[in-house]
């Protein structure tokens, strides 16, 4: 039995409709994720909020994703990981930088893996990174303030691949391509 509503411009509440249109405007059709999180307002405002927040950081659009797609393996979000695989594609990603994200295993390139470590820190210790990742992160030539762009993107993405897993959000068609599992 659905518990979660998956919503149509028409059928979501009024504090979310404005947002999921704007959504549906940009991809050209609409997310079931975003469908679903439209149940509340709140929660979907507040994640558009932080996403576009994110993207407005001092972090590359390839580093971005890579955060992002580092988050959303950890959290086993399988919508995440297709619709981001196909940001990092878009973006003229290799396939083995792809390949290691969707597989949670040592980039190929240094400092993108150091990013991902330091992205991991973030996970695992709660924002309590010990102080030899956060220079092991600095020294591969990120600032202080891209820590806390990390710690932005964390829980921006925290929220999505929660709210994601919650609902039991399905993949769409228009990402079968990048469908993904979690290693057992």
Same mark, same amino acid.
């Given at each position: #039995?659905?518990? $979660?509503?998956?919503?149509? %411009? ?26 679903? #999180? ?15 927040? $994110? ?23 399988? $919508? ?14 290799? !396939? ?44 591969? @030539? ?10 932005? @993107?964390?829980?921006?993405?925290? #929220? ?12 769409? %068609? ?7 599992? !979690?290693?057992?």
């Amino acid at each position: #039995m659905p518990v $979660f509503t998956a919503h149509t %411009p028409e059928t979501a509440p009024a504090a979310a409709r404005r947002a999921i249109e704007g959504v549906r405007n940009r991809f050209g059709w609409l997310p079931t994720p975003v469908a679903l #999180m439209a149940e509340s307002p709140q929660l979907l405002a507040g994640f558009l909020a932080a996403s576009a927040g $994110f993207e407005q950081t001092t972090l590359a659009p390839l580093e971005r994703e890579v955060v992002i797609l580092t988050i959303s393996t950890s959290h086993e979000c399988h $919508f995440c990981v297709a619709l981001h695989t196909g940001k990092l594609t878009a973006l003229g990603a290799t !396939p083995e930088l792809v390949a290691a994200l969707r597989a949670s295993t040592a980039l190929p390139e240094p400092r993108l893996e150091a990013l991902r470590r330091f992205t991991l820190a973030v996970l695992h210790h709660r924002g309590a990174v010990p102080d030899d990742e956060l220079d092991d992160f600095l020294a591969a @030539g990120y600032l202080s303030r891209q820590a806390l762009d990390v710690a932005l @993107g964390v829980g921006a993405y925290t #929220m999505s691949t929660f709210a994601n897993r919650l609902t039991r959000a399905p993949l769409d %068609p228009p990402l079968a391509d990048h469908a993904w599992t !979690p290693a057992a």
